[in-house]
Nanobody, 122 residues
Framework: VQLQASGGGLVQAGGSLRLSCAAS????????MGWFRQAPGKEREFVAA????????YYADSLKGRFTISRDNTKNTLYLQMHSLKPEDTAIYYC????????????????WGQGTQVTVSS
């Protein structure tokens, strides 16, 4: 499965963005999916995950309530809605195909999309 993320940009603190990740070349609807991010000088970290059906999701504790992951299997697309953005949310955001829904380690991700830059100004 090939993944293409989009939707990043420059936004002021308190603003919102929606990231999209278009999948092609495979059976997107059968895989759990996730979002990760990597800030300058930091390791890549887990953001959110969603089951193949979209029925359940979970988030990094620090992001609960501000970010929402969703998917549309009819469009082979994964989303990340981000609200109340903070400067510390500035990072490159990556979508990823997970090997297992409960495995959110970047080291075991099945497939990465290219990242999309999110910059939050103060």
């Amino acid at each position: 499965v090939q993944l293409q993320a989009s939707g990043g940009g420059l936004v002021q603190a308190g603003g919102s963005l929606r990231l999209s990740c278009a999948a092609s070349g495979g059976t997107f609807s059968t895989y759990p999916m996730g979002w990760f991010r990597q800030a300058p000088g930091k390791e890549r970290e887990f953001v959110a995950a969603i089951r193949w059906s979209g029925s359940t999701t979970y988030y990094a504790d620090s992001l609960k309530g501000r970010f929402t992951i969703s998917r549309d299997n009819t469009k082979n697309t994964l989303y990340l809605q981000m609200h109340s953005l903070k400067p510390e949310d500035t990072a490159i955001y990556y979508c990823a195909l997970l090997r297992h829904y409960n495995d959110n380690s970047p080291s075991t991700v099945g497939s990465w999309g290219q990242g999309t830059q999110v910059t939050v100004s103060s």
